[in-house]
């Protein structure tokens, strides 16, 4: 294969601008969440582009879309680069967008410089990564990887209302030319490229992260139960006061969990006091607490905490206890011969990189389970990400895809060594 190809750093930059406009907000950012007008909008601009450069289309149950461009021997499995194109309500210009662009210029300019692959590379846009409209998150790689779509996510429904089944079936209908194909397919190999959505990469001046591995993240929903009072007559020893509990709770959490292990990751992303009057105790409070940590270990140990002080506390309270698993993902780390193949790769390129956790999870989470998976990470300012105000400047951009094509043309090498 000749490798002495790069990037055409306008072409993406350009189609950054042109996918943001596709859901854009007044402050910049976009609103283009899971299997709305605006996602299906966006996959059919992704699914002209493709065509347009002859590459196949085919899309499966989860509306998973696939533009394949292909190799010399049609019976090898390809080697998949993939991102989202789905945002959060308030989201940024480059979550998800920048991997799927960056992953269509490598495709295109394979095409451009006549370059024969011995496999084919593929490229995918995943359904629902945020979970911001239906949960769960990751939902089109999940299927993906366990050739599965559960009933039970097809009646999730979405703030509005919306079922989940009935937006995926839409969606589907509105590429009628692109055919449907079964859940799951052989992968050599995954790639993904995302921002970096912290702030080491830019804080250390790098353009590139090599992503090591993902921390495991676990939700749990804590709900406390008590019994509702006035708020002017009841004195302390006569209340059962689960926001006592709620709070004493937390306080403890945060000041053990974090500030003890600087790999630790405890948030409290909803509070609900029922009946939510101003002047009366509340009879139920609900919580939830997102649980991450690169160590399965430390995870569950911190898991066992957050009971320990919750019942705790529910017995100072004289209140009952429930706590529900709502989501439960095992931390992953990468194969060490696939980050030594980007390293080596990026080096050749120019591209100073360094060795990084992702806090976040990514749909290269799932697609580790199938084959063997790599995470590449670009800088973004001030590490702001699910934000408007997200930004990744046009170099990193430019880097990014380029790391992405070295890192591709490096793995594709390898298969056939």
């Not at 000749?2 to 993406?12: C, K, P, T």
């Not at 945020?130 to 949960?135: L, T």
């Not at 992503?211 to 509702?228: D, K, M, N």
Request: proline letters at 6%.
């Amino acid at each position: 294969m000749a490798q002495d190809i790069s990037v055409d750093g306008g072409r993406l930059l350009s189609r950054l601008d042109r996918f943001a406009a596709i859901g854009a907000t007044p402050r910049g950012g976009v609103n283009r969440q899971a299997l709305t007008s605006g996602d299906r909008e966006a996959r059919a601009l992704l699914a002209s582009l493709g065509r347009e450069r002859g590459f196949a289309l085919r899309q499966d149950a989860a509306a998973n879309l696939f533009l394949r461009r292909e190799g010399a021997n049609a019976s090898l499995p390809p080697l998949l680069l993939g991102s989202h194109l789905d945002t959060q309500p308030t989201g940024g210009r480059f979550d998800g967008a920048l991997g799927i662009l960056a992953g269509l210029e490598v495709l295109e300019t394979l095409e451009d410089a006549g370059v024969s692959t011995p496999r084919a590379v593929e490229l995918v846009a995943w359904t629902n990564e945020e979970g911001s409209r239906f949960a769960p998150g990751a939902m089109g790689s999940r299927a993906f990887a366990d050739e599965t779509l559960p009933e039970s996510w097809l009646e999730a429904r979405a703030p509005d209302g919306a079922r989940l089944g009935d937006e995926l079936a839409q969606t589907l209908r509105a590429l009628p030319d692109v055919p449907l194909a079964p859940l799951g397919a052989r992968v050599a190999s995954y790639l993904e490229l995302h921002i970096e959505q912290g702030p080491i990469l830019e804080r250390e001046g790098l353009p590139i992260g090599v992503v090591s591995g993902i921390q495991g993240t676990r939700w749990l929903e804590v709900t406390l139960e008590g019994a509702s009072a006035h708020a002017g007559t009841t004195p302390l020893a006569f209340r059962r006061d689960p926001m006592m509990a709620a709070t004493a709770a937390l306080a403890a959490l945060q000041a053990d969990v974090m500030p003890r292990d600087s790999d630790a990751r405890l948030t409290v992303g909803r509070i609900k006091a029922e009946p939510g009057s101003i002047n009366a105790i509340p009879e139920r409070v609900r919580f939830t607490l997102d649980l991450r940590h690169p160590s399965q270990e430390r995870l569950d140990e911190m898991d066992a905490l957050v009971r320990t002080v919750c019942e705790r506390e529910a017995e100072r309270a004289r209140c009952g206890l429930h706590v529900r698993l709502l989501n439960d993902m095992a931390p992953s780390a990468f194969p060490e011969a696939m980050l030594a193949l980007a390293e080596a790769a990026c080096t050749k390129a120019g591209l100073a990189n360094r060795r990084i956790v992702s806090g976040a999870f990514h749909d290269a989470l799932f697609l580790a389970r199938k084959a063997p998976a790599l995470m590449l990470f670009t800088p973004c300012r001030d590490g702001i990400s699910h934000n408007e105000a997200e930004h990744v400047e046009p170099r990193f951009c430019v880097s990014g895809a380029t790391a992405l094509l070295e890192t591709t043309l490096a793995v594709l090498c390898s298969l056939e060594g």
